[in-house]
């Protein structure tokens, strides 16, 4: 079966760095959009940012653009996200998700369990 396994969450401080890993296994990876989205407590689900299944397009939220990268290696069936110059707002449970199509802009039907991120200020 599918699945997709998040890692690389914990505690930073404000202005510190993480990266997160999702290794997925069951689809056909290269073929597929991937995203990570994130839940604060009280909130809705948002996206963070996508990568179309080749890696060349990506998308950002404006909240975190110029301080989080999506990468992906096919090779490797794996999604990253470095999150740099970490803030309080951050702080949420972090998903990365699988696109049914190639491109960023569709729907996602695979989810990870999640890894919570907690910046501390």
């Known amino acids: 079966q599918v699945q997709l396994v998040e890692s690389g969450g914990g505690l930073v401080q404000a202005g510190g760095s993480l990266r997160l890993s999702c290794a997925a296994s069951?689809?056909?990876?290269?073929?597929?959009?991937m995203g990570w989205f994130r839940q604060a407590p009280g909130k809705e689900r948002e996206i963070v940012a996508a990568i179309n299944w080749s890696g060349g397009s990506t998308y950002y939220a404006d909240s975190v653009k110029g301080r989080f990268t999506i990468s992906r290696d096919n090779a490797r069936n794996t999604v990253y996200l470095q999150m740099t110059d970490l803030k309080a707002e951050d702080t949420a449970v972090y998903f990365c998700?699988?696109?049914?199509?190639?491109?960023?802009?569709?729907?996602?039907?695979?989810w990870g369990q999640g890894t919570q991120v907690t910046v501390s200020s």
């Open positions: 069951g689809l056909t990876f290269s073929s597929r959009a």
């Open positions: 998700a699988a696109a049914r199509t190639g491109g960023t802009g569709g729907e996602y039907d695979y």
